[in-house]
């Protein structure tokens, strides 16, 4: 497999707080997903720079990390602070062969992560529709996830990653109800373990939606608390008016819902919000 590097020699950073090409390669175990790196020292957002950059110079499962993304984008545009050359800022290129079933690759990424987080921590993690993962009460992780097309064919989907690993307390503070996964288990973790064995998964993952496999998603499903329970649901900011029931994603990724009234419900706004 080909391997791109590329470096912001500018940024002022502790040696130590580089992220290691070398130990993450050692640890994965993929054939695809991670092999292609693009790592930055610097940049201001992942997604960003992959978005810019011809499709076609670069193959599924290319990686694209930086220690310091400066402008870090979360889902409407809202920014995503990290503190620079303690956490895992990343994006990864997928390249589906069809437009269909794309809505549940940003859960499949998500799904990959709470793996390989909960096997080496040990921390219940669980999934916030659409995007975010939480211990407990506070975030730890935000996802987002773009796609790009030429003519009505996907061209490519790019999902961005911001996971909190080994910030301190004064740094998240900024960040209202966030947290590291330092914080969580009181030491530091290698941020090229976890991201090696979140690609190991993720390539296990990206498989089995490629074969529309339903034990898949109901992995998937079990990660919202709120499975099979009655939720309040908002669209546009707007709450609606009744309560419905979870009854968890569909193949294609989209929720689905019983009303008061037991008529089953699927909701494809991007901007639904749904919780206990």
């Known amino acids: 497999m080909g391997l791109f590097f590329c470096s912001n020699y500018g940024m002022n950073l502790p040696t130590d707080s580089h992220f290691d090409l070398t130990s993450y390669i050692a640890h994965l175990k993929t054939e695809k997903i991670g092999r292609n790196t693009l790592l930055f020292r610097s940049l201001d957002s992942t997604n960003s720079f992959v978005k810019s950059l011809d499709s076609e110079i670069l193959p599924h499962g290319c990686l694209c990390i930086t220690d310091h993304q400066t402008a870090g984008r979360g889902q409407y545009q809202r920014s995503w602070f990290s503190e620079p050359g303690k956490n895992l800022t990343f994006s990864i290129l997928l390249k589906p062969k069809a437009n269909d079933r794309t809505q549940l690759l940003l859960q499949v990424c998500a799904l990959s992560l709470v793996d390989a987080i909960q096997e080496i921590t040990g921390l219940q993690v669980w999934m916030k529709w659409p995007n975010d993962l939480y211990v407990g009460h506070q975030k730890v992780c935000g996802i987002l996830a773009e796609s790009t097309f030429t003519g009505k064919s996907l061209d490519r989907m790019i999902i961005g990653i911001g996971l909190n690993v080994n910030s ?15 914080l969580l288990i009181q030491h530091e973790l290698s941020k090229e373990y976890i991201l090696a064995q979140f690609m190991n998964r993720l390539e296990s993952y990206y498989e089995r939606w490629v074969i529309s496999d339903e034990d898949l998603v109901r992995q998937i499903n079990h990660l919202y608390p709120c499975l099979g329970k009655t939720v309040t649901i908002m669209v546009d900011g707007v709450q609606t008016h009744q309560n419905f029931k979870f009854l968890g994603l569909d193949i294609d990724g989209y929720p689905l819902f019983l009303d008061e009234s037991l008529s089953l419900k699927k909701f494809v706004h991007e901007q639904i919000r749904f919780g206990l």
């Open 168 to 182: 301190d307390e004064y740094t998240l503070n900024k960040a209202g109800n966030a947290v590291s996964l330092k």
